[in-house]
């Protein structure tokens, strides 16, 4: 009963805030975007143009609203980094998401809407082969969160955890290991 509530419960519910999500810009290292990931204790960080570049082709200061999202540098960034022996302190971050162009899905295929459920926000980054999705509003014009799988996750656990807490838990099957669904 638990999985059934957490998939009904919309992406909304369980992504961050865009405004809690740390980003770094286009220009920055992928150095600096690991160690800001590190720092902000996040597992991504949105790379975004500068403030400057923003105003020139109408884009709002990320604070005020929306911003242009150039692509997201993940966990699973520096692992990679780490396997290949690049510490990307001399790589741009725009550099590094045109290298990793090839590999990676396309930015729509990494996105999904506020208001799907998270059921299908499973199915979108199990397709792309993706751990984080960009968060849409529904009608696709803003940028307004980021979910992972680790949120996914943990919207499953806390439905978990409120139905184990429920007074009707004596009403539950009992839990076996390998029991499966």
Request: glycine letters at 8%; hydrophobic letters at 40%.
């Amino acid at each position: 009963a638990a999985a059934i509530e957490a998939a009904a419960t919309t992406v909304a519910q369980a992504a961050k805030c865009c405004r809690n999500v740390p980003s770094c810009m286009l220009a920055d290292s992928v150095m600096q975007g690991f160690c800001t990931m590190h720092r902000s204790n996040q597992n991504c960080v949105l790379v975004v143009p500068k403030p400057e570049e923003q105003e020139e082709k109408g884009h709002q200061k990320p604070e005020e609203g929306s911003t242009k999202i150039y692509g997201i540098l993940t966990a699973g960034d520096a692992v990679w980094a780490f396997a290949e022996h690049r510490t990307g302190e001399t790589v741009s971050l725009g550099k590094w998401l045109r290298s990793l162009a090839n590999r990676r899905t396309d930015t729509e295929k990494r996105a999904i809407y506020e208001d799907n459920s998270l059921a299908q926000a499973a199915r979108t980054m199990e397709e792309a082969g993706v751990h984080h999705l960009l968060v849409l509003s529904p009608d696709g014009e803003e940028l307004v969160g980021v979910l992972s799988a680790l949120d996914v996750v943990c919207a499953l656990g806390a439905n978990y955890r409120f139905e184990m807490a429920s007074p009707r838990r004596d009403e539950l099957p009992e839990l076996t290991v390998g029991g499966g669904f």
